[in-house]
């Protein structure tokens, strides 16, 4: 009896020895990534099962959605998979570049569950492991010392940030991702979500923003600016994250990767960190969805590579994505992986997506409308000119793109 | 120099000209003159963490097929130098027709991307290029009368702006001017307003950035004009001095007119670095007050998420391929005409 004890456990010990490849024999696996602590996390993990015939190698790279449609359309693919998320998905789906999964999710995807599968037409085209939104993060000591609770909606954010700032607390207490392209764009498209707005009339390209939503979103953001640091429109994530870790703002409406960021002691005093809370996105204009839209990252196969290394690289990544690796990582996102439980810094997220937030649109043109929002609402921002001049300023410039690119 | 030799000689260099610089600078042309195939959409099941949802969604084959008939995209002429986002022919006429006054008609043109661009770019190179010369010019008057142990020391110092990469060098400054950074924060206090902010106001971004443009090109004219005082010649400074000229006048009608061709080399290359200014404007992340003609194609090839607009990127190229010739012109037939004299 003894004897058959040891020899299974001799025998457990090999195979476990085995799967620390993750049983992957030949292959290349090549992944391009952007560059922030969860992916790592994902990476770190695929490498796991470097060796033994199989070669991994991940490049993380800020700029990766300016070089991954160029990169995976060369035959065979400079790269076997890109991690992407919503927005950078439709660039490399619509191009044909991304193969089918079904077959790989059918054999090897035991650890991963339905909910994670990004599926168009029946085909799974994308596997996501981790949700993301803006939303609020507040400090519990400032709002206490002002006499306030936590707000619900952006007007009740403005009543807040008055509050802290009549009583001298703070000189500005509100932040805000406001730096001028993207980030200001993105602030408007998660506003006009919240008021009901619909970006494009339906069914075609035809922007769909001048209206009276449109204006009410511009306005809830000049109303925001009046509380926060002049130098606004320069300020991204990272200068959001630095203004709250230094302690300058104390109500934020922030992307839910940073709040393990800002929660991790490091950067930070003792005294911020504990009183940093976070609940889920706003309300705006009388609204019940909250203004911030939903995304995901998740991970995608090139078309253009043998199969061989396809299904190499579909195995190294769902070891990756594994639940060994989220519950290892609990702090550094939001893991939309079977069996993983959401954090203390994750509550926003799960909140935002429960009150039912709209995910971020997956049209094609959606990448020309944002960059167009992004890049002229400033002036409306800076009091050069009319909501309605702005909006119309953004339809005219988005027009402008859409139909170079073949969109109208 | 006999014909043959010259060509023999010239023949590696214009070959590698001609594939280098006209090859592209004609495929550009060419690129700026067609648009993207239309796009075959269709309506698709979208399943996701979130849901399912019908969107729409490029068909692939289809397209390209489309694209496979003509790779170059559809032909539209000077469509992308006339739309609204380079010369904006039609909305510049319109304003032209319902603006009552200039003010009026000049704040509808500074609300179109290209010509905002133009007006800071020229406003940088009309106030940059004259303040680097004078100033490089002066630098070197002054490092010339030093005793000679300061010399090295202070053209080093005087050198290092220079040498910064622009980028770096726009990141530290851009650090410092933050409304909570070293000179913004001291700045706040003196004027005792707390929301005041170098990188807020458009007026102060500009005033800005074209300090950092001659604080980061003086240096350069500076050693140009350093070596040139090295060349002249000491007798005709002493025959000056003996005719009672003092110590202004001989700078006025000795050194400069010695120094002239430099003026002209600097004037030339700074027109042409400071018209394609880009560098401060990325790293002062000026762009919501501040934009110039190189930022706008910086900005269509590489928008936000692989949103890559080439056709019109071409055609702002060209346009100010054309504005570095316009603005050349006068500096070209002014060297041509001391060249015809000399001859």
């Known amino acids: 009896m003894f004897r058959q004890i040891l020899l299974v456990l001799i025998l457990s010990l090999f195979s476990v020895a085995a799967y620390a490849g993750c049983g992957i024999n030949s292959g290349s696996v090549r992944v391009i990534a952007n560059d922030f602590p969860a992916i790592h996390a994902v990476g770190d993990a695929a490498k796991e099962c470097d060796g033994g015939g199989v070669e991994i190698s991940i490049n993380y790279n800020k700029d990766h959605k300016d070089i991954h449609v160029a990169a995976l359309t060369a035959n065979p693919a400079e790269f076997t998979s890109s991690i992407v998320a919503n927005s950078t998905f439709v660039d490399l789906h619509n191009n044909g570049l991304i193969r089918p999964l079904n077959e790989y999710v059918e054999k090897y ?23 993301n939104s803006a939303h609020l993060f507040y400090r519990e000591d400032v709002l206490k010392a002002a006499g306030q609770n936590p707000p619900k909606s952006f007007e009740e954010l403005l009543t807040v940030a008055k509050a802290i700032k009549d009583k001298g607390l703070m000189e500005h207490p509100l932040g805000g991702v406001f730096k001028s392209g993207w980030n200001v764009g993105n602030e408007f498209v998660n506003l006009y979500l919240g008021h009901g707005g619909e970006l494009f009339k339906a069914g075609t390209a035809e922007p769909n923003l001048n209206n009276a939503k449109g204006v009410a979103a511009l306005n809830m953001m000049k109303a925001m600016t009046e509380y926060m640091n002049p130098d606004f429109l320069t300020h991204d994530s990272n200068a ?32 911020i960190e504990n009183s940093t809370k976070f609940a889920g996105a706003l309300t705006v204009g009388g609204g019940s969805t909250p203004a911030a839209a939903l995304w995901w990252d998740g991970f995608v196969i090139a078309a253009n590579i043998p199969d061989a290394d396809a299904e190499a690289t579909f195995r190294a990544l769902a070891n990756g994505v594994s639940l060994k690796m989220a519950q290892a990582n609990q702090e550094k996102a939001n893991w ?69 690119k073949g969109f109208l | 120099m006999r014909h043959r030799t010259f060509v023999s000689f010239i023949w590696p260099s214009a070959f590698v000209m001609l594939l280098f610089i006209a090859v592209p600078i004609i495929s550009v042309g060419v690129q700026s003159l067609f648009i993207q195939h239309e796009q075959v959409i269709e309506t ?63 704040k509808d043109i500074m609300n179109l991307p290209f010509y905002k661009a133009l007006v800071f770019t020229l406003t940088y190179t ?39 990469t622009p980028l770096i060098g726009a990141l530290i400054l851009f650090w410092m001017i933050d409304a909570d950074g070293i000179i913004g924060g001291t700045l706040q206090i003196i004027f005792h307003n707390p929301e005041l902010s170098l990188k807020a106001s458009p007026t102060l971004t500009w005033i800005t950035l074209i300090i950092y443009g001659i604080w980061h090109s003086a240096p350069f004219s500076f050693i140009v004009f350093y070596a040139g005082l090295q060349t002249v010649p000491k007798e005709t400074i002493e025959s000056a001095k003996i005719d009672g000229a003092n110590k202004w006048e001989q700078v006025r009608y000795v050194i400069i007119p010695h120094l002239m061709p430099l003026v002209i080399f600097i004037a030339l290359m700074q027109l042409m670095d400071n018209f394609r200014v880009f560098e401060p404007i990325i790293g002062f992340n000026a762009s919501a007050n501040a934009t110039s003609l190189s930022w706008l194609i910086y900005n269509d090839l590489r928008g936000s998420d692989g949103n890559m607009v080439f056709g019109s990127a071409a055609a702002t190229s060209f346009l100010m391929i054309i504005g570095v010739c316009i603005l050349l012109t006068p500096v070209l037939i002014r060297t041509w005409r001391s060249y015809q004299k000399v001859s």
Not at chain 2, 127 to 141: D, E, H, K, S, Y
Request: hydrophobic residues 40%; proline residues 4%.
């Open chain 2, 44 to 106: 698709v099941e979208n399943c996701g963490p979130f849901g399912c949802k019908q969107t729409q969604q490029i068909n692939y084959e289809a397209t390209e097929t489309l694209r496979k008939e003509k790779p170059l995209g559809r032909f539209v002429g000077l469509e992308a130098y006339t739309n609204r986002n380079h010369l904006a022919l039609e909305e510049v006429k319109e304003s032209w027709g319902t603006a009552n006054t200039y003010q009026e008609f000049y």
């Open chain 2, 126 to 164: 009309a106030i940059v290029t004259p303040m680097v010369l004078i100033l490089g010019f002066l630098v070197a008057l002054s490092v010339n009368r030093l005793p000679s142990i300061f010399k090295g020391p202070t053209i080093f110092c005087s050198l290092l702006p220079f040498i910064v």
């Open chain 1, 109 to 131: 995807g035991d650890g991963i569950s339905k909910n994670q599968l990004i599926t168009i037409d029946g085909k799974v085209m994308a596997v996501a492991f981790m949700a």
């Open chain 1, 336 to 404: 939309i992986i079977k069996g993983a439980t959401p954090t203390a810094a994750g509550v926003g997220v799960s909140a935002t997506a429960q009150a039912g937030a709209h995910p971020y649109p997956m049209v094609p043109f959606i990448s020309s409308l944002h960059g167009a929002i992004g890049s002229e609402i400033v002036d409306f921002l800076q009091g050069k000119e009319s909501a309605e001049q702005a909006l119309s300023d953004v339809e005219a410039a988005y027009i402008t793109v859409a139909k170079e």
């Open chain 1, 240 to 271: 959001n994250q630095a203004l709250w870790e230094g302690g300058k703002i104390a109500l934020v409406h922030l992307w839910g990767s940073r709040a393990g960021a800002v929660t991790d002691g490091e950067n930070s005093t003792s005294e």
